[in-house]
């Protein structure tokens, strides 16, 4: 093995492996160092994403929709099923079986495009020489030209609920249960919240979310977070707010919650409980004193707009600097840093970086909100339209939600789109190529979509702006 490289990548997530194999791809010698270890003891690749975050939830999530439709809606659609069952463990090695495939394909990718995996800690030290400790072996100084620090993020542990394993678990240890909890409690309702949430109640749990804010998905759209609250509850998901959770003790198997409301002291009794109140920057071990990368007030590595760390030729990208943990966020920045160490001069627009949460509705939404534009100031004006009137929608008996443009009101150009609804995942990536073209609502409406498609919601969404929607009656017209 060399000990000397052009690229150094620390972590093997979204944001590490796609620098190092962009960077093999532009001629650059490079290595990946990456500490993980998967559920079989062996290492893995492909970070939190692909084995204890988005690839095995969106395996759980897609599951218990599929047992939903086949215990609750088949009939509506005239398809009758005499019995459904859950197999827990099946769906769970199932699970496990996608993310090795995935996990392994890093490996089949990194082999291909000549990048050297190394397997164990790295750590960086001063003008770019970084320690490999391997799982196996003595420690090595590797000497590079340019390092990238993508070490990712963990879940943040809370002190009034300590996890106890199999009984109070974050967000990987709810990937776990090898049966339904009669009733499950989570902490937090964000993106992990709901998600975890919703895949236990589909299979059967009474689910309490507790959630110390007051508003609802506060980052997501007004109207938006509002009708998704309404849905998920009339789904089973009985969402607390204002509710600060003081301690949880395990007691005869189950959890005892003390929590605090504004009618007081309060008790929840559960089986489980799920901490998911967001996660944090894993820089534990990660820099030398001397290495010259600071962090800032909040614990993440602090860097600019191009990813440069205070060190010369040192890097950062992913869910350890500033900005959203998006997996596909922490990709394009790798990507951006690879092809500027190669001389190239690419930019990530962090105007237009999508935010998905995969419950069922989907919710997904890129650029401004109502409530930013209003706090602002900005003259907007905005066009929205139902799932209920998209003859696509009707016909797949998922006709829940709304997509919703805001515009500029003198330039009419796109602010923000939001969408509630089916493949809400998938329409939020054209109004993030609109965006990305600098698109008003006018071209969106100008565009001719495929009938009948769920997209058309979106066209017809861009019409509404100027009151022109075909497909709704528009409250202004001209």
Same mark, same amino acid.
């Given at each position: ?22 960077c093999a791809q532009l001629g650059l010698s ?37 047992? *939903? ?15 459904v069952a859950i197999d827990v463990p099946q ?64 879940? *943040? ?95 005869d198997g189950g959890v005892s919650v003390s ?33 010259? *990368? ?71 939404? *890129? ?112």
């Amino acid at each position: 093995m060399s000990n000397t490289y052009d690229v150094v990548v620390i972590g093997a997530g979204p944001a590490g492996y796609a620098a190092a194999i962009r960077c093999a791809q532009l001629g650059l010698s490079t290595a990946c160092i990456d500490k993980s270890i998967g559920k079989d003891g062996h290492p893995t690749l492909g970070g939190t994403c692909l084995n204890w975050g988005c690839i095995p939830s969106k395996a759980l999530l897609d599951a218990s929709h599929k047992y *939903v439709q086949a215990k609750s809606e088949f009939a509506e659609v005239g398809i009758a099923v005499e019995s459904v069952a859950i197999d827990v463990p099946q769906m769970i090695a199932r699970k496990d079986e996608v993310v090795s495939g995935l996990t392994g394909g890093i490996g089949g990718l990194f082999k291909g495009n000549g990048v050297t995996a190394l397997h164990g800690s790295g750590r960086l030290l001063a003008q770019c020489q970084v320690e490999f400790a391997p799982h196996e072996g003595e420690v090595e100084v590797l000497s590079a030209k340019h390092v990238i620090l993508a070490p990712g993020s963990v879940p *943040v542990e809370i002190q009034p609920a300590p996890l106890v394993d199999g009984v109070i678990v974050d967000s990987t240890g709810a990937l776990e249960f090898t049966e339904v909890p009669e009733k499950l409690g989570v902490i937090g309702a964000g993106v992990i919240g709901l998600e975890l949430g919703s895949v236990w109640s589909r299979l059967g749990s009474e689910v309490v979310v507790l959630e110390a804010l007051e508003e609802f998905l506060p980052m997501a759209d007004e109207r938006i977070a509002r009708d998704a609250k309404k849905i998920l509850g009339q789904q089973g998901l009985d969402i607390r707010l204002g509710t600060r959770v003081t301690g949880a003790e395990v007691q005869d198997g189950g959890v005892s919650v003390s929590y605090q409301d504004a009618e007081g002291d309060q008790t929840l009794t559960v089986d489980k409980l799920i901490v998911a109140v967001g996660r944090r920057p894993y820089t534990e071990g990660l820099l030398s004193p001397d290495s010259g *990368v600071n962090l800032d007030e909040r614990g993440f590595l602090y860097v600019n707009d191009l990813c440069q760390t205070d060190a010369p030729n040192v890097y950062a990208v992913g869910d350890v600097v500033r900005g959203p943990m998006l997996a596909h966020k922490g990709t394009e920045e790798g990507v951006m840093v690879a092809e500027r160490i190669a001389g190239f001069k690419p930019l990530v627009n962090y105007e237009t970086i999508p935010n998905v949460i995969y419950t069922h509705p989907e919710i997904a939404w *890129v650029g401004k909100t109502e409530q930013q534009l209003k706090a602002d100031g900005d003259d907007y004006k905005v066009g929205s339209f139902p799932f209920a009137a998209s003859g696509r929608a009707q016909a797949a008996n998922d006709a829940h939600g709304m997509v919703k443009v805001i515009a500029d009101a003198e330039s009419d150009r796109i602010l923000g789109v939001h969408v509630l609804g089916p493949q809400a995942s998938e329409i939020i990536a054209q109004a993030v190529i609109a965006m990305e073209f600098d698109a008003s609502a006018e071209d969106l409406g100008l565009i001719m979509f495929a009938h009948p498609t769920l997209s058309e919601s979106l066209h017809e969404a861009a019409l509404s702006v100027a009151g022109h929607a075909i497909h709704m009656v528009n409250r202004k017209r001209r």
